[in-house]
């Protein structure tokens, strides 16, 4: 089903984000993520300067967002379904 769009639609919320950043034009694949994984991307800090300050990242480990613990590695959940 395709939703006509009316003029008066709104965004659902409004968020303040007081620095820049970017955005891919194209979606990450799990190619491109095991390569930054193989590569030492989560023991950069150059990456993670907001995980830092916010006391997500340290020293090469990151903090799981629901759990908070300490990781190397994404949470590995088995094979694909």
Known sequence: ??????NDEK?????NI???????????TNAQFTA?????????ARYWTEAAAA?????????????ET???RPVEFGENF
């Open 1 to 6: 089903m395709i939703r006509k769009r009316t």
């Open 11 to 15: 965004p659902q919320s409004k968020v």
């Open 18 to 28: 007081p620095y820049d950043y970017w955005l891919s034009r194209y979606p990450i």
């Open 36 to 44: 930054f994984i193989g590569a030492g991307g989560y023991g950069a």
């Open 55 to 67: 006391d997500f990242w340290k020293a090469g480990q990151f903090k799981g967002r629901y759990d």
């Open 70 to 72: 300490w990781r190397v």
